[in-house]
Structure formats: C-alpha cells, structure tokens
C-alpha cells in the first residue's frame, strides 16, 4: 500500500500548549482515514501541519511525496480541505465562489466553466448558483465547501468535522459523498471528527488523539480487539432454569466481568474477553442449562475510545 | 509570480468589498463632496474660504508668502483669481491625498482584517497560492481601487473646478504640473501607506471596524500638511510633492518589508 501522507516525530507548539506531540502516522492512498479526538487533541493542527499553512517545530512530513513548509503551493494544488466552518464568502454567489477558487487552484482557464457547472449541478446547486451565499442554508453552505474542495480534483481530501452541525439528512448525503469520493473516485479522505458513529460507519481506519498525542491506530475492528476485551452477551435460557444460569454466572468469576443481569426475557452479562464466551456457554452447559441461543454485541469505536480515554483497557 | 492568482485575489476582494455598504458608501460620498460640491462652494460662497482662519478678504498677506516661483505662476492673474486659484489649486491639494489613502486603507482593513472575521480567510490559505501572492493579492486590489478612485476624483475635479471658476478666471487654469505629479506619483504612494499601515494593524485587530478605527491615524501626516499650507509654513510645488511622493514610496517599502512577517500564513492561521 502507497502511503500518501507520512508523519514521522511531528511536533507543534503553541506557546505553553503543546498541539502535536511526536506524532508518527502513515495514510494510505484510496483509504478513508478518521482521526478521532476531542476539542483541542490536535486534528485542526495536524490538517494544517500537512497542508504546510502551518510549520512543524520538528519532524519530518511528506505528503504526495511533497515537504508541506517547501512546496507547500504544489502539495495543496493537490489537496483540497473543507474546514470546520464551511467558510464560503457569504457576500459572493456560489457561481463566484466557485469561479474565483477555480483561478486561485488552477483549473485550466478552458475547464472552469465546465466544471464549475458540474459540480453545481452534482451538489444540487445549479438552481441556486446566482443566488448570494448568505441566503443558503448550513446543509447548502457544506455542499458548496464540497463543490470548491473538488474543483481542482485533489488526491486528498481533508474534512474537519464534516457533519457539524447538519441535520440528519445532510449528515447522510456527505457520508454518501465521502464513500463515492474514496471507493468510486479513489479519493484518500482523512476525516477529523469525534462524531465516532460516523467514524465507525465510514472509516477504514481511524487514529485516536489525545492532547496531541496518538494513542492508537488500526481500522476499527482492529482497535476493538486491542482495546476493548469487554464484549456484551445476550443469553436465552429455559425460562424456568433462568435464576440458576444467573447465579452460576454471578460465580463464574474471571470470566464475567461485573454483575450479570435479567434482561429482555434472558440475560446480559459482560463476557471478560472474546475467549470467555466459550467457557462460559461449556459452564453453563455443564451444570445443565438448556441455552437456545447466545449472540456477543461487537464493541465499537465509542467503545475504543472510552476505553482510551479512561486509559485503561476495559 | 501567478498573475492569474493574483487577479483572482483582486476580483474576491473588490466583489466582496462592493456589497459592503460601509465599505461603499465613504467611498463614493467623501470624493463626490470634496471633488464635486467643494469647487461650487469655494467660488459661489465667498466667505467659504477661511482656512487657516484667513478669508478672501484678507488671503492678501498669506499670497504674500508665497515662494517665488508660485507668485510667478499667480502673476497674470487679478487678486480675486488669485485666491481662487490658491484656493482650488494649492490649498485643497493635501486633501486629495486623503482620497487614496482612506480608500486604501478601508479596503485592505475589509480584505483582511473583516475576511478573518469572517472565517473565510483558511479557506484561502488552504488554495496553492505563495504568502507573497496572497500578500500582493491583498494589496493589489486594495490598491488598485485607491488609485483608480482618486484617478476619478481627479478627473471630477479637474471639470468641476474650471467650470466653477470659469465666472473669476475666465480660462482653463487646472490641471497643472503639480497636479499631474500629485495624481500620478504621490497618489499612488499614499494609497500604499494607508495599505502597508492596514497589514501592520490588521495583525493585531479582531476584525474590519477594529483595524479601521486603528488605522485612522494615517491620515494626520495629510491633515499636517493641509494645515502647514493654511498657515503659510509650506506651500505645495512641484518639486514638494515630487520630494513628498518620494518619502512616501520609502515609508511604504519600509513598513512593508516590516509589516510582511505578519503576512505569512503560519501567522496568519495563528490568530484564527
């Protein structure tokens, strides 16, 4: 696999506030790549970082093989970001916002209508596009960041916080996008968010941050087998033999984590890890408890990054 | 140095500045009335000329200070042409200044100070221009329209002055040299004071009415000037606003090879 972005013992301060800290972080070509954190765990600075508009105090980065503090102008004619605010001149059409960022990326001058045109016409903007930008809505407004962030058709796109503030349905139509861009287009979409259900629904990996620091990385199901030994079990039992599989899962020891309970007509009870599930179905079993069915809930990232957060494998 | 980015810099901004009513609306008014009604008011009221506390009644003894070549140049003419002339011509010659200079300045203060209030200042630092192209975007289109709208001025007042003074001095009398060198030389170096003082100010302002109000401070250095002709301390010729011109282009490179650090995208995106 190419890596198009390679990070290697970045680190940024600002004053007294370390922003990055020794990051090390390879993004693979074509991949979706969620960077996962709360307020102020350094993804803006790192989409800054990457995109040379700001300069590491040390490390070394390369992004599409270029240095972003050297050849920053060549590296984001290449890579197109949508920030946090859609930051769309609100005075100007959505035909000049377009237009107007079409020179500033470089489009070639015989291109710029055509692709102008289309992109209106693929956000479901061209209606809209003599209309001032002030009169759209926030779902319109992110639709057009889209539009301009794809004018120049970058190898990378970057999203900071995507979905911030979008109705549940402008929430679906750019999750809908960021999958067409990576798995039709072949697009590398790095993603900030700490929306971590969008995270789990689109990434292919993602990276966890904390005060500026990576605390994990791997693709979803990969962190949950690292970080998240706890798996939920729902359980259905003989009704009539239910008390006593409670009371031999609250004796079962290691291998149930905390307090079994009844639930939903069966049992829930916290499995300690993936390998317990078996030896306890063979305990029950063993002391004669008729079980029907057993199915385990697959932790996901929210369950990951708690686990992180809490600094403590669960 | 892409010129095409630069152009697309100058277009954003003067479209963005022109749906900016505070922005406009001095921009029209404040020529229109030095230009276009002081002209009439100076000839057609004749009390209106007391700068300096001195009325055309008693203008005599300020025309008695003239430097020698100005009291050539006023020679053919009668003392109450001669204090129109003066008037129109040396008097209210500072005052063009303030033109370009106030144009500059409120444009560069909206282009960067009001487009970081705005937050649509990242995505501009994201596309693949330079910092210098993104500099010179900035200052270009500031300074374009400065020059442009004291070029217009100029012209509006070279009508209005000729045909308000047409009843007095019977000729075509203006522009002259000074004028010309005024228009064409020291215009443009004002307007990039009021610009290089806006990249200065815009680094510490919090957005466009801020940095406004801290750069209105470049106007004294004209409202000196304006005042030193009153008093009859300076006059204007053509060697003087040759030499004035010439200290503002060094002011400007100056403040502007100082001011640049603070035009660079690391801090730029700092203070966002």
Known sequence: MEAVIQLKNVSRRFGEVQAVRDLTLEVYRGEIFGFLGHNGAGKTTTIRLVNGVLEADQGKIRVLGFDPQTQGPQLRARTGVITETASMDNRLTALDNLTIYADLYGVPRAEVKTRVSGLLAQFELAERANDRVAAFSTGMRQRLAFARAL?????????????????????????????????????????????????????????????????????????????????????ETDPAQRESALEILAAAGALVDGQPELANGGLRFAAAGREAIPQTLSLLVNKGIRVYHLSAEEPDLEDVYFALHAGKEQ | MNWRVLMAIVKKDLKVVAQNRSVVIPILMVPLILFGALPWLAVLVPGSINMGGSTMNDIAPLLAKLPANLTAELAPYNLEQKTVIFFLVYLLAPMFLIIPLMVSSVIAADSIAGERER????????????????????????????????????????????????????????????????????????????????????????????????????????????FGQATGVMFFSTGLVVLLGLGLWLVDAGLLWYGRRFFRREALVSRL
């Open chain 1, 151 to 235: 004018l120049h058709q970058p190898e990378i796109l970057f999203l900071d916080e995507p979905t911030s503030g979008l109705d549940p349905m402008a929430a679906r139509q750019v999750h809908s996008l960021v999958t067409h861009l990576a798995r039709e287009e072949k697009r590398t979409v790095f993603i900030c968010t700490h929306n971590l259900v969008e995270a789990q629904r689109l990434c292919d990996r993602v990276a966890v941050m904390e005060h500026g620091q990576l605390v994990a990385v791997g693709s979803p199901h990969e962190l949950a087998s690292r970080y998240v030994r706890r798996l939920m079990v729902n359980l």
């Open chain 2, 119 to 226: 937050r649509t200042l990242e995505a501009l630092l994201y596309t693949p221009t330079s910092d210098r192209e993104l500099l010179l975007g900035k200052l270009l289109s500031a300074w374009l329209a400065a020059v442009a709208t004291a070029a217009a001025g100029f012209l509006l007042y070279s009508v209005m002055v000729n045909l308000a003074a047409w009843q007095v001095v019977g000729a075509v009398f203006f522009p002259n040299m000074m004028w010309l060198v005024m228009v064409f030389w020291v215009a443009p170096a004002a307007a990039g004071l009021g610009l290089s003082v806006m990249v200065l100010v815009s680094a510490r302002a919090q957005g466009f009415q801020d940095a406004y109000q801290m750069g209105g401070m470049v106007v004294l250095p004209i409202l000196l000037l304006v």
